[in-house]
């Protein structure tokens, strides 16, 4: 399996020529979707979930389907219908030949005043784990953790905590965009002296072997 970052939470998984494209949001690049044979979106925020970007991959290509949680379902179901699939913790399915299970339901807290959403996320052929906006951890052995580093609802030591519990072989960094290539070397540092697994960062573009 190839992996390629996207900016800030979107990755791309390809296998046996199929792709599959996780969380093209507002800050991932305006193609992010396209040439995907399958789409996950772990929740509503911007940041994760962008109709025109998901617009531009369905009409690129007119096979590939979106498996998300109901509040994006409702928003693109009419305008593709059949091809838009809801999901929820505990399920399990196939997308463009990729073993999918689903983990977790509530985003993270980012204030006791903000509504909490739903959000869930997804474990890629039992080895790549994507949490969405929350430190989900599944009850399965994760070989990759995509870890969301900078967000306005976590601080360091709960992304070092997370490492330690779910245990990964290894941690790729992503919700990254407000981070700042300055502060960068302090999270490299700390995460990966404390974490406890190898701690890695792709740039956008940038692609590794899982």
Not at 160 to 174: H, L, M, W
């Amino acid at each position: 399996m190839k992996l390629t970052k996207k900016s800030h939470s979107c990755v791309r998984l390809e296998k046996d020529g199929q792709v599959l494209v996780l969380d093209p949001g507002a800050f991932s690049e305006e193609d992010a979707a396209v040439g995907a044979d399958a789409i996950l979106v772990t929740h509503e925020h911007p940041d994760h979930f962008d109709e025109l970007r998901l617009r531009a991959g369905m009409e690129a290509n007119p096979a590939a389907q979106i498996w998300t949680l109901r509040a994006v379902a409702e928003k693109l179901s009419a305008a593709f219908p059949g091809r838009v699939h809801t999901v929820g913790h505990g399920d399990t399915f196939t997308a463009a030949g990729f073993d999918v299970q689903v983990h977790g339901e509530l985003h993270a807290v980012i204030h006791p005043d903000i509504p909490r959403i739903t959000n869930v996320g997804y474990l890629v052929d039992g080895k790549v784990f994507h949490p969405g906006d929350a430190l989900t951890v599944p009850d399965h052995p994760v070989e990759t953790l995509m870890l969301p580093v900078m967000a306005p609802w976590n601080k360091i030591s709960e992304v070092i905590d997370y490492v330690r519990e779910v245990k990964p072989q290894r941690a790729y960094d992503i919700h990254d965009a407000l981070l700042t290539d300055l502060a960068r070397p302090v999270y490299d540092r700390q995460i990966g002296q404390l974490g406890g697994a190898e701690h890695l960062r792709l740039a956008p573009g940038d692609s590794a072997q899982m």
